[in-house]
């Protein structure tokens, strides 16, 4: 079982940056693949970012490439989530994710744990 918190969301002004945390409990934490995913008032929720941890490969949605940057810490379980140049679409609410395999997916349904979420707002 692995349990996963975010935190570092907030308000703030386009062009900013925010990085977001998950921390992660459960000791197989740097065997799982991990996503970050958003979700919008009246919008699904989307892939973002996602990491695998055979080889640290790295996907991003082609609305943040060049903009995020995901990574993990795997010695203190916690998977980041740089964001650069916001922007007013940013604003969402972000989840984390983990998938009890070696490689990440863009798909919501594949992952099997999530966090709570936390609140980014970008105001323009």
């Known amino acids: 079982q692995v349990q996963l918190v975010e935190s570092g969301g907030g308000l703030v002004q386009a062009g900013d940056s925010l990085r977001l945390s998950c921390a992660a409990s459960?000791?197989?934490?740097?065997?799982?693949?991990m996503g970050w995913f958003r979700q919008a008032p009246g919008k699904e929720r989307e892939f973002v970012a996602g990491?695998?941890?055979?080889?640290?490969?790295?996907y991003y949605s082609d609305s943040v490439k060049g903009r995020f940057t995901i990574s993990r810490d795997n010695a203190r379980k916690t998977l980041y989530l740089q964001m650069n140049s916001l922007k007013p679409e940013d604003t969402a609410v972000y989840y984390c994710a983990a998938r009890r395999t070696p490689y990440a997916t863009r798909l919501k349904s594949e992952y099997d744990y999530w966090g709570q979420g936390t609140q980014v707002t970008v105001s323009s």
């Open positions: 990491i695998s941890w055979s080889d640290g490969s790295t």
């Open positions: 459960g000791r197989t934490f740097s065997t799982y693949a």
